[in-house]
């Protein structure tokens, strides 16, 4: 694999001539004279004065401040200088508003400097923090090899987070583990991929195509908050009193629209996300950051193609989708999320994994969310695994679309001991969108004409019209509070 050194990622990344360094002269002071000559003969090899470059550039236009490390000056390690030097670069980006690209490489503290470079990781860290509550974007590309404490400070604190192909990332490396423990390290953990798999980082992306992805993640995150013009409103229209059992029935067809093809067909832009960004990653979950029309989100739907009779939605889904709420909520984008499932797990693992918590922190999560909040019932909502992306400052349905507190099915076998009350139990449950909508749950149905499966593009652009129009009043309204969260419900 060929490693980019700090220049050739500028100039493949950032617009012609447009870096501009934020580096002065490192001060090198109480240092061996073995240590000294090592720092000489680095630069003279990275062409750097130090393991990390700081600055700012254009990216497609765009000011952007940029943190990058350089693997040829001492593998890449950060001693106290590296790190003032990132600390500060992290603050002037800070000050200045400006979004922050990270591409560390590095094999971790620099050994020559010890405990005192090791304790940097703190500063490093706290200054990223700060950044990220500043509401300002952290986005982060790891490079081969990215460990030790540099993963594990700047390098794991992105709002989105993508790796080299093949990278070598991960904590403790390879060689050190050889020697403390007399045995290799298990092959493909400590890869890009196997990180993605995992629900670590958000995509393996190669370095020229980095800008793209960068780009676009940015045209969501700093889409304007305010003063964005009002989207006409596309009007509902007239929905038919369709029987429950009817509406159940055309909500499971296999053929329905899911989150898939409403994004596909809606959305203007879709940065995927992936994972909870701490080891799980569940299939029933889509996050991403999006735009319909020109109204940025983050965007959690329950993806129906995912969810199956062998794994069905999980308590992983709840803490990706936490992960999700918080995005929202510390970057002041609205949040969009999208009930459709069969219901969570009834498992073992589930109860292990802590499912009815999952459930209680999300509803309690979206209940007080400083962001605006959109729900969207798009097809089958059971159970707990539903009811935790109901709460918002807006819910649209699907003409279809219900929510129950058990599949209807196992509400009649509840109260009457058998499945074949199941229709009837559905009507007397009122878990239709209509009854919702008459009970002021639901603020707005969408009509299918006369079914989502039988017109899917039209069905999800109508969605999207009215996504769009609920998330342009929705910035301009700003979040609303928990007691008119929860006033629809009493």
């Not at 304790?119 to 986005?139: D, E, F």
């Not at 904590?171 to 403390?180: I, M, N």
């Not at 190669?206 to 964005?228: C, K, N, Q, T, Y």
Request: proline residues 7%; negative net charge; glycine residues 10%.
């Amino acid at each position: 694999m060929t490693r980019l050194g700090a220049h050739d990622f500028i100039d493949l990344v950032l617009d012609a001539d447009s870096w501009d360094t934020w580096d002065t002269t490192p001060e090198r002071m109480g240092i061996s004279e073995e240590y000294a000559a090592e720092l000489v003969a680095a630069e003279e090899k990275a062409g750097t004065d130090e393991s990390v470059i700081t600055g700012e550039g254009r990216m497609r236009g765009r000011r952007v401040a940029v943190l990058l490390g350089e693997f040829r000056f001492l593998a890449g390690s950060i001693g106290r200088a590296s790190a003032d030097r990132l600390v500060a670069g992290i603050e002037r980006a800070t000050l200045e508003g400006l979004p922050l690209l990270a591409a560390p490489v590095s094999g971790g503290t620099r050994m020559q400097e010890g405990t005192p470079a090791f304790v940097q990781m703190v500063r490093i860290s706290a200054a990223v923090a700060a950044h990220r509550a500043a509401g300002l974007p952290y986005l982060v590309y790891l490079r081969n090899p990215t460990t030790g404490g540099v993963m594990a400070s700047w390098g794991s604190l992105g709002h989105v987070t993508v790796a080299e192909p093949g990278a070598l990332v991960g904590f403790l490396g390879p060689r050190v583990y050889s020697a403390l423990y007399g045995r290799d390290f298990p092959a493909d953990v400590q890869t890009a991929e196997n990180l993605f798999e995992r629900g670590i980082i958000d995509a393996v992306v190669p370095p020229e195509e980095i800008a793209d992805i960068l780009d676009r993640a940015l045209s969501i995150l700093l889409a304007p908050r305010e003063g964005v013009a009002p989207v006409a409103d596309p009007g509902q229209e007239d929905v038919p009193d369709v029987d429950t059992w009817d509406a159940v029935t055309r909500s499971r067809r296999p053929d329905r629209p899911g989150v898939r093809r409403l994004l596909r067909y809606a959305a203007s832009d879709v940065v995927p996300l992936n994972g909870t960004g701490q080891g799980e990653s569940d299939p029933g979950l889509l996050i991403a950051l999006a735009r319909f029309g020109e109204a940025p989100c983050v965007f959690l739907g329950q993806d129906r193609r995912g969810q199956t009779t062998d794994h069905p939605m999980g308590p992983g889904a709840l803490r990706e989708a936490r992960r999700g709420m918080r995005l929202a909520s510390e970057l002041g984008l609205p949040l969009v999320t999208v009930i459709d499932t069969q219901g969570a797990a009834l498992s073992a693992e589930a109860e292990n994994g802590g499912l009815a918590g999952e459930i209680a922190r999300s509803l309690a999560d979206l209940v007080t969310l400083t962001a605006p909040t959109l729900c969207l019932m798009l097809g089958e909502g059971n159970g707990g695994g539903a009811l935790a992306f109901l709460p918002a400052d807006r819910v649209v349905a699907a003409q279809h679309a219900w929510l129950s507190p058990l599949p209807p099915e196992g509400a009649s076998a509840i109260v009457h001991r058998d499945l074949d009350h199941a229709p009837e139990m559905a009507r007397a449950q009122q878990v239709r969108a209509l009854d919702l909508y008459r009970r002021g749950i639901v603020d707005r149905i969408v009509a299918e004409k006369p079914d989502a499966a039988d017109e899917p593009e039209d069905f999800c652009r109508r969605v999207g019209a009215v996504l769009e129009h609920e998330l342009a009043a929705l910035l301009l309204a700003g979040p609303g509070t928990a007691e008119a969260r929860t006033r629809r419900y009493i």
